[in-house]
């Protein structure tokens, strides 16, 4: 069966590292803002080693994160450049009016309008991962002394801090549960393989006419 | 019953000695600091990790006087709240208010997030980068447990402390003119030369000890974001059943 190029190699090894240390920043940070308040979790952060040993593997893993984002930001200004992303990263008015279709579509009404290679929700992840990230990057950095932004005081950093960070999760979680159960099957072997079957693309993204195709 | 301590600092009477400071940091083995001059006679400038209880030398504008302004000598400590904004922000259960009174850090449980440093409307705990750790007075609670006074109080040259059971302390404060706030702390207005007397906002005695706004902002925040992920969980499970069980009736029907 002919497939087609999903992702590009160097969005690979981003998309993995960002989720390496989303979840490790998730994990640890939860365990270091909730230890005292939630049932289950002076366990858990007892077998991590302790709330400190938590709190340094945050600082571990928000290195990571900054490191990808790096990363991120250049593969997708190349991106830009070489393979014109620019139509995948801005959102149309058309698709803007398929938010409300598609929230209608959940509820139980109307149908779904046929999306090009990344479709709204898709786009609204990525922006939502890019400025969370950005701003818990920075308030992070500056709570930790490493910034000095004199208008963000500790309290202000630390507020931005935890919207920001809900912010990410609540996407990271709908975007694990529409990857497993929301029949984006072949879009989670792509992120390991690059490639997704043609027939697939056409029928889960009819307005994408891909030009890159192999034969599996 | 447990006695519940409190103290009452007459302003009144304080000389700006210092030998509380000085006590303070004999008696919790704290070092010394390298000063630096400031716009005030006020030495060391602030708390900090190694200094929990602090003199500040206030200059209150006066013109009755022929220099123009007021000394006035307010002791800085922790206020030992009642319902320490300290305590609610720790996320690992390291500050304990005891029945006593004292709310007391334990340093082997601190991680340095500086969520009390931030929290306290007071602006009492100091973090040290170096132990990364946060410190503030304890109320010498190892003195009182053993019947002794606070090591300040011990030492005060003037009377201008006085120890002893919150609820009498603060029908003392009460008596004198003072406002006691819910804390084990209470101060008594000093008054000036020429009868007037300052207010609590010109001697920086802040407010009533409850937490600061973003600190009841981001407990909504997280409250909803709790909640939100479990809704989201037990949503998502709900929906894999259904799906679950479509399927299989959709398969069973098709066969």
């Known amino acids: 069966m002919p497939t087609v190029k999903r992702y590009e190699p160097t969005t690979i090894p981003i998309h993995w590292m960002a989720f390496v240390s989303l979840l490790g920043l998730s994990v640890t940070g939860l365990l270091t803002a909730f230890t005292k308040n939630l049932p289950g979790f002076p366990f858990f952060s007892n077998v991590l080693g302790g709330v400190d040993v938590a709190q340094q593997l945050h600082r571990v893993f928000a290195a990571l994160l900054i490191v990808t984002l790096i990363f991120w930001i250049l593969a997708v200004i190349v991106g830009i450049i070489k393979y014109g992303w620019s139509n995948a990263l801005v959102f149309t008015p058309k698709e803007i009016q398929d938010i409300f279709r598609s929230i209608r579509a959940v509820l139980g009404g109307g149908k779904t309008e ?31 002394g490493a910034l000095n932004l004199s208008p963000f005081s500790y309290g202000i950093n630390l507020l931005l801090h935890d919207v920001f960070f809900w912010v990410v999760f609540a996407g990271c979680i709908l975007h694990v549960w529409a990857v497993l159960f929301v029949g984006n099957e072949q879009d989670f072997s792509a992120i390991f393989t690059g490639y ?21 | 019953m447990m006695t519940k301590y409190g103290w009452l600092i007459d302003l009144d009477k304080c000389t700006g000695c210092r030998a509380c400071q000085v006590a303070c940091k004999r008696w919790n083995d704290l070092p010394a600091e390298v000063t630096e001059f400031n716009d005030k006679w ?47 922000s720790c996320p690992v259960g390291a500050i304990t208010k005891y029945d006593e009174g004292p709310v007391v850090i334990d340093q082997s449980k601190c991680t340095g997030c500086k969520y009390c440093v931030d929290a306290c409307p007071f602006g009492i705990p100091r973090y040290d980068s170096q132990t990364d750790k946060v410190y503030k007075c304890n109320f010498c609670f190892d003195r009182i447990a053993n019947d002794l006074l606070p090591a300040c109080i011990k030492s005060c040259t ?37 009868g007037d007397q ?30 939100g992920t479990a809704l989201s969980l037990i949503g998502g499970f709900v929906y894999v059943i259904k799906h679950r069980s479509r399927s299989v009736k959709e398969k069973e029907g098709g066969t």
Request: charged fraction near 20%; charge should be negative.
């Open chain 2, 42 to 88: 006020t030495n060391p400038k602030d708390l900090s990790p190694t200094t929990w209880t602090h003199m500040d030398f206030m200059e209150l504008d006066n013109n009755s006087q022929d220099y123009g302004f007021e000394w006035v000598f307010v002791k800085r400590q922790c206020w030992h709240c009642d319902n320490p904004a300290c305590l609610d």
């Open chain 2, 158 to 194: 003037t009377g201008a402390m006085e120890f002893g059971d919150l609820e009498t302390i603060r029908a003392k404060a009460s008596a004198m003119g003072a406002s006691p706030k819910a804390t084990s702390i209470v101060y008594s207005m000093p008054t000036f030369r020429n």
């Open chain 1, 114 to 144: 046929p999306t090009g290679k990344f479709h709204w929700g898709q786009k609204l992840f990525f922006w939502q991962i890019i400025v969370g990230t950005v701003v818990l990057g920075i308030t992070g950095l500056d709570m930790m």
């Open chain 1, 196 to 216: 997704i079957d043609a027939d697939f693309a056409a029928k889960k993204y009819p307005n994408w006419k891909p030009t890159k195709f192999e034969k599996g």
């Open chain 2, 198 to 227: 300052p207010t609590e906002a010109d001697l920086a005695l802040g407010d009533q000890p409850s937490a600061k706004p973003t600190w009841q902002v981001r407990s909504i925040v997280n409250s909803l974001g709790v909640l």
